[in-house]
Antibody, heavy 120, light 107 residues
Framework: EVQLVESGGGLVQPGGSLRLSCAAS????????MHWVRQAPGKGLVWVSH????????SYADSVKGRFTISRDNAKNTLYLQMNSLRAEDTAVYYC?????????????WGQGNLVTVSS | DIQMTQSPSSLSASVGDRVTITCRAS??????LNWYQQKPGKAPKLLIY???SLQSGVPSRFSGSGFGTDFTLTISSLQPEDFATYYC?????????FGQGTRLDIK
């Protein structure tokens, strides 16, 4: 059974840092591109970042570029999102998501979501 | 970035109704259009990919159509478990965007 289990969220002050993790199981993690998508309270879905299967290619939304870093450890089957210089507008539930297949950018499995609250 | 606009933003319907949700892209995206269902407090669920392909395990009452800039999601006969928020998403380029969502609730 495919599972994506997220951890690392919580309350952080503006300007602070947090690292999210997404532990994958039930599939060959190293074969899949992975993404982060976030959802502010009561709002819609917003794409944040992606990383290629071998970690060699990454991309970011303009709103997080230069502050967030996506990475992965294929030996540990884990995806990460390092978030620095956090702002109130980064407050959201963060989801990791797996692409459905090679050369696709739709998401067939999602983590349970991890709430990040940026507040003093 | 490609902008995705859904209509309506909200919709009230009854069990057994046929419902259609529309998604329009700001430029042509071929068939790179996907639909998700999200229930409160839950992660989104993929329903339709590549505009009209039904994801495995999704009931056949869900269907999608469209090409280019205009797309639709149709639920042929609403069931109680279908009341949720629906999002379209383009996958035409690496800069993915979602529609703003359509909330479907019980009339």
């Amino acid at each position: 059974e495919v599972q994506l289990v997220e951890s690392g969220g919580g309350l952080v002050q503006p300007g602070g840092s947090l690292r999210l993790s997404c532990a994958a199981s039930g599939f060959t993690f190293s074969s899949y591109w992975m993404h982060w998508v976030r959802q502010a309270p009561g709002k819609g879905l917003v794409w944040v970042s992606h990383i290629s299967s071998n970690g060699g290619s990454t991309s970011y939304a303009d709103s997080v570029k230069g502050r967030f870093t996506i990475s992965r450890d294929n030996a540990k089957n884990t995806l990460y999102l390092q978030m620095n210089s956090l702002r109130a507008e980064d407050t959201a539930v963060y989801y990791c998501a797996r692409v459905r297949g090679l050369d696709t950018r739709d998401f067939d499995y999602w983590g349970q979501g991890n709430l990040v609250t940026v507040s003093s | 970035d490609i902008q995705m606009t859904q209509s309506p933003s909200s919709l009230s319907a009854s069990v057994g109704d046929r419902v259609t949700i529309t998604c329009r892209a700001s430029q042509s995206i071929s068939n790179y259009l996907n639909w998700y269902q999200q229930k409160p407090g839950k992660a989104p669920k993929l329903l339709i990919y590549a505009a009209s392909s039904l994801q495995s395990g999704v009931p056949s009452r869900f269907s999608g159509s469209g090409f280019g800039t205009d797309f639709t999601l149709t639920i042929s006969s609403l069931q109680p478990e279908d009341f949720a928020t629906y999002y379209c998403q383009h996958s035409y380029s690496t800069s993915i965007t979602f529609g703003q969502g359509t909330r479907l609730d019980i009339k």
